[in-house]
């Protein structure tokens, strides 16, 4: 079958899902997956045929009913590396990247310390921070031991090594974490979304990724700040830093929620949408006397 023919079948099927240029960066990514047929090949020769079109017909099907072509292919890039993703994991966002991309700039090159990501399901920062960061020990927990399977896949994928810890955080004491360590950062993108912000997001998203990574109660959309705050003062060195991927709408609550908690020097971020989308703060030296 011509590939042409199938990429007009791909914006018949899909356009009244998707704008066109997705259409086009889903067909591109599958022929160059599927079929090792780049984008310009294909530009070069129109007429250019594959067998087995069976597999990118069954993506586009999946594609139909919204399921992410992350989850489809199985796997994604963030921060220059390649992660597994399926179903118990969250697909790593751009703007998460920003939030490593910070962490990492923080560090002095070559500097011995010890760094914890709370709630990490695919691994995605952690293993981030630990491949830049070789000198690091990266710690790395969450609730879900399905979104710990991946992430030790992952981690074992781009070749670091990371202590991967299965708890809750609104549950975990700091003496249950690791006996006798302090962390000199600890980072986190925890669950922000509130339910009434449903309505503004898509469709693919709402009806594939799990929400026990997105979620929070409207009554409470801080819960797991508010945790991982409590547990990060007691848990950092002396000037630890502290960082968070925040909801944009909670910048100023955010704020407050570090100042009450003995943190200083506190910068909320905004990402490359201008969102307020990230905030660290420093844990201030005398309340680890």
Known sequence: MKLKDIQKIFHDKLEPFFQ???????????????????????????????????????????????????????????????????????????????????????????????????GTGSG?????????????????????????????????????????????????????LLEDAKFDIIVSNPPYVRHLEKKLMQTNVLENEPHLALFVDDENPLEFYKAITEFASHNLKGNGLLFFEINEYLGNEMIQLLKGNHFKDIHLKQDMFRKDRMINGVFTEQETL
Do not use: H
């Not at 069976?54 to 072509?69: C, F, S």
């Not at 960061?133 to 994928?157: I, Q, W």
């Open 20 to 118: 066109l240029e997705e259409v086009d960066s889903f067909f591109y990514i599958l022929i160059e997956t599927y079929y090792k047929v780049t984008r310009l090949q294909l530009a070069m020769d129109r007429d250019l045929e594959v067998e087995n079109e069976a597999l990118i017909l069954e993506a586009l099907m999946l594609l139909e009913q919204q399921i992410p072509i992350q989850y489809i292919l199985g796997e994604t890039e963030f921060y220059g590396l390649t992660f597994k993703v399926n179903d118990n994991t969250l697909i790593p966002r751009p703007e998460t990247e920003e939030l490593v991309s910070w962490v990492l700039k923080s560090v002095e090159e070559n500097k011995s310390i010890n760094i914890l990501d709370i």
């Open 124 to 176: 995605c920062i952690a293993i981030s921070i630990a491949k830049n960061l070789p000198n690091a020990k990266v710690f790395a927990l969450d609730v879900s031991g399905e979104a710990l399977k991946v992430a030790r896949e992952n981690a074992e994928l781009n070749q670091v090594a990371v202590t991967f810890i299965n708890q809750d955080i609104l549950s975990v004491e700091g003496e249950q």
